[in-house]
């Protein structure tokens, strides 16, 4: 099998499996418990924390679990919004954020919040000055993804946030998901207050992830019950989890030298493919490595990841929580390609790709392009 379906989600490290179970056979109590047993599990959840808060170089407090990236943007979104309607209703984001930032602004809208969606060119790139055009004396959040998640356009987060660090009214967010342990962010940096990190695109386990709050920002929970997490997050914590994303999150810090092998796959796959009549490439040459999506024009995506599924060769059309949807890619709409949206394909690549993978992936596209050229005259 050749899984290129990284972005989607990766396979979790063995370290990341032994400290999960370790953690969910031996402890096991409650950390909200008084008794001994919940006091030793109570001390493995402030490790896990500790590592994450020491890894980022931010405060301990300042980590607060979930349960992933969609539950972070909504937290971060909706916290904001909510916590702060009083003094500004308008929010800033762009065309082509992740379905978990742009359905909770749709969301917001319905209640009577305004969203401006920042516009990107061919590649995906925001225009700053656009940015500092939209913020108006109402804006209370600005929630921009790093890495984009189908094309790997890598947004320009310290320029943004050291715009927004003279606008103290206004709270920056950003979608971290596709970036941690791939391009690294100055966590600690001014103006940076939200930061979405999720545990199962870095060989950690489903359901696992975290939102960096920094001390100053207010956040209204999105549920009640409880005093877990600051009580930003109440309910029981997942403390198996929690110490697994920890573990993930150090060996992905520590791997990411290794992340710079994957540019010359990335470039391999644009010299190869860019080339063969019909094909379109759409991520940015200079966007993240682990990220290349091109189009077949005239070809259903559908086909021809079912016809590369069959060679055990797994690729995707977009973001997974959208794929099944029967849509063009917004993203590259968004890019001004509304032709090559409808006919996208995502390889997303791990730190543990093999250049034999690309190899083989290359030589089977090229191969099922050519047969359905014959069948189709």
Do not use: W
Not at 62 to 79: D, H, Q, R
Not at 109 to 133: A, Q
Not at 161 to 174: D, E, Q, R, S
């Amino acid at each position: 099998m050749i899984y290129l379906d990284n972005s989607a989600t990766t396979q979790p490290a063995q370290e990341v499996l032994k400290s999960f179970q370790t953690v969910s056979m031996n402890y096991y109590a409650n950390p909200s418990s008084i008794h001994v047993g919940g006091s030793e599990v109570e001390k493995l959840l402030f490790k896990a924390r500790t590592q994450i808060a020491q890894l980022l170089k931010v405060n301990e407090d300042e980590v607060i679990f979930t349960s992933g990236g969609t539950e972070s943007n909504n937290l971060a979104i909706k916290g904001i919004a909510h916590a702060h309607q009083n003094r500004g209703n308008h929010i800033i984001t762009t065309q082509i954020e992740h379905p978990a930032v742009l359905q909770v602004c749709k969301d917001l809208e319905r209640e009577g919040f305004e969203v401006t969606y920042l516009p990107v060119d061919e590649s995906g790139n925001i225009n700053l000055d656009d940015l500092k055009k939209a913020i108006n004396e109402n804006t209370i959040l600005v929630t921009i993804m790093h890495v984009n998640n189908e094309i790997g356009t890598i947004q320009p987060i310290e320029k943004i946030a050291k715009l927004l660090a003279n606008y103290p009214k206004i709270t920056f967010h950003t979608d971290h998901v596709q970036g941690f342990g791939k391009v690294s962010l100055p966590y600690d940096m001014e103006g940076l207050d939200l930061i979405t990190i999720s545990g199962h695109k870095i060989h950690g386990l489903k359901g696992t992830g975290c939102l960096i709050k920094k001390r100053h920002v207010q956040l209204k929970p999105l549920f009640h019950g409880g005093s877990q997490e600051g009580s930003v997050r109440p309910g029981t914590e997942n403390v198996a989890g929690n110490v697994s994303l920890a573990k993930a999150m150090r060996l992905a810090v520590e791997k990411q030298s290794q992340y710079n092998r994957l540019i010359a796959l990335h470039q391999k796959l644009f010299d190869q493919l860019e080339p063969i009549d019909k094909i379109t490439i759409n991520s940015p040459k200079n966007g993240a490595a682990h990220i290349f999506n091109f189009s077949v024009l005239g070809f259903k995506p559908e086909v021809l990841i079912h016809a590369l599924g069959e060679k055990e060769i797994y690729v995707s059309t977009k973001s997974a929580c959208s794929s099944k949807q029967d849509e063009p890619s917004h993203v590259i709409v968004a890019c001004g390609k509304e032709q090559e949206a409808g006919a996208a394909i995502r390889v997303s690549l791990s730190i543990n790709q093999s250049e034999e993978d690309i190899d083989i992936f290359i030589k089977e596209i090229k191969n099922v392009i050519q047969q359905y050229k014959s069948i189709m005259g």
